[in-house]
């Protein structure tokens, strides 16, 4: 669970972003934190992943079974400056040796990682070869290789076309359910909440207007206002009981794959 408690951060004197911002974060669930530009998503990942102090407050986290090492893994959508090695495996094990992994065990890894992501064969590329999606990839193999198992998204597909995005997201969902990983998405695209278990919505002003789960975010005033003006998948969604809503959704998808 990761748990922030009374946060207060700002910038600058005349720059607050959260005032005593309290939230709950859920173990293994894909949580997906969405409002306003500049209401404050980026900021709460940095916050997260420790990258931003909180004036005052405080943020916990416990998982159910302690690792070593690194374990939260942040991806923006700037890839730009994430990938730092010539080649891929070169990419993958500098993360590996800044947490001084054993060479041994770096070799394995890079395997497991490479074959988790779908680079297999990619070990040798140039990273400067790689297509927005294969570097979106090696990312996030990257910071599989270095075991985080909380995955911070920031508008992490923001960058990619449709189909790249919609594959990223069902391969983020099927290591997730392997590896138990709690996945938290920033984004304020209506259509991305599909793969949310549980929504968090952050109003203009730093505060949360809604927190729960997707089916109840679908049928709140918060979805209503916000959400259905994007004209995405979920302003439909919204017109049909929560228990179809899945297999809906699978058919306009559906209807999208054949109109392209
Ligand atoms: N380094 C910084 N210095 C000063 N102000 C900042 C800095 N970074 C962000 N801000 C301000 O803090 C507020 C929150 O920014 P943040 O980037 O967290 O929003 P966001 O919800 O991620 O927005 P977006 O949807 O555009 O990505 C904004 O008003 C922004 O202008
Ligand atoms: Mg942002």
Redesign the pocket.
């Known amino acids: 669970m990761i748990q922030l408690k009374n946060v207060s951060f700002q910038?600058?004197p005349e720059?607050q972003?959260f005032s005593r911002l309290n939230l709950a974060i859920h173990d293994s669930f894909w949580t997906v934190i969405s409002?306003p530009?500049?209401?404050?998503?980026?900021?709460?990942g940095k916050l997260i992943k420790g990258l931003l102090k909180p004036q005052s407050g405080f943020i916990s986290i416990k998982l159910p079974q302690e690792i070593e090492g690194v374990r939260i893994g942040y991806i923006s959508g700037d890839y730009s400056t994430s990938i730092v090695g010539i080649t891929v495996a070169n990419d993958i094990c500098f993360g590996m040796e800044n947490i001084r992994t054993p060479q041994t065990e770096m070799q394995n890894r890079l395997e497991e990682v490479v074959a988790a992501v779908g680079l297999d064969g990619y070990e040798n590329r140039l990273t400067t070869t790689l297509s927005g999606g294969e570097r979106q990839k090696l990312a996030l193999a990257g910071v599989l290789a270095m075991k985080a198992r909380i995955l911070i998204l920031d508008?992490a597909f923001s960058m990619l076309d449709w189909i790249s995005r919609k594959r990223l997201r069902s391969l983020i969902q099927n290591l997730k359910d392997q590896l138990k990983l709690t996945v938290i998405e920033?984004t304020?695209q209506a259509t991305d909440i599909k793969t949310a278990d549980m929504i968090v919505f952050i109003g203009p002003t730093g505060v949360p207007q809604f927190e729960g789960t997707r089916e109840k975010f679908l049928y709140s005033e918060t979805a209503q206002h916000w959400i259905a003006p994007q004209g995405g998948i979920t302003s439909l969604l919204g017109l049909f009981p929560v228990e179809i809503v899945d297999e809906v959704q699978r058919l306009l998808e559906q209807l999208n794959v054949d109109i392209k």
């Open positions: 910038y600058g720059q972003v409002g530009d500049g209401c404050g998503k980026t900021t709460l508008e920033m304020n």
